[in-house]
Nanobody
Framework: QVQLVESGGGLVQAGGSLRLSCAAS????????MGWFRQAPGKGREFVGF????????YVADSVKGRFTISRDNGNNTVYLQMNSLKPEDTADYYC?????????????????WGLGTQVTVSS
């Protein structure tokens, strides 16, 4: 089992940047593919990006492509989401998740463990 804790959210103006971190407990972090999801007020949770166990493959949703980058540091049990050129429509609670599958992928159902989320608000 793994416990996940997100941090780095906050209030930022449009065009600004934030870096979210997700710290994982335990010594088996490298066994999990990791994903980031977000949920805006009144909407369902949507896929943002994933990264495979060794970081060799990473993918982000079209809505954030060219602006968001996902990375991981297995030595420090942490996955990151670098968010640049933020837009008001990026406002949401952001969640990291761990998957026992090799890739992780875009589906929420692929992920076994979830953090409690961190709030990101982008003002216009």
């Amino acid at each position: 089992q793994v416990q996940l804790v997100e941090s780095g959210g906050g209030l930022v103006q449009a065009g600004g940047s934030l870096r979210l971190s997700c710290a994982a407990s335990g010594r088996t972090f490298s066994r999990y593919a990791m994903g980031w999801f977000r949920q805006a007020p009144g909407k369902g949770r949507e896929f943002v990006g994933f990264i495979t166990r060794n970081g060799g493959m990473r993918y982000v949703a079209d809505s954030v492509k060219g602006r968001f980058t996902i990375s991981r540091d297995n030595g420090n049990n942490t996955v990151y989401l670098q968010m640049n050129s933020l837009k008001p429509e990026d406002t949401a609670d952001y969640y990291c998740a761990a998957s026992t599958t090799e890739v992780g992928g875009t589906a929420l159902s692929n992920y076994d463990y979830w953090g409690l989320g961190t709030q990101v608000t982008v003002s216009s």
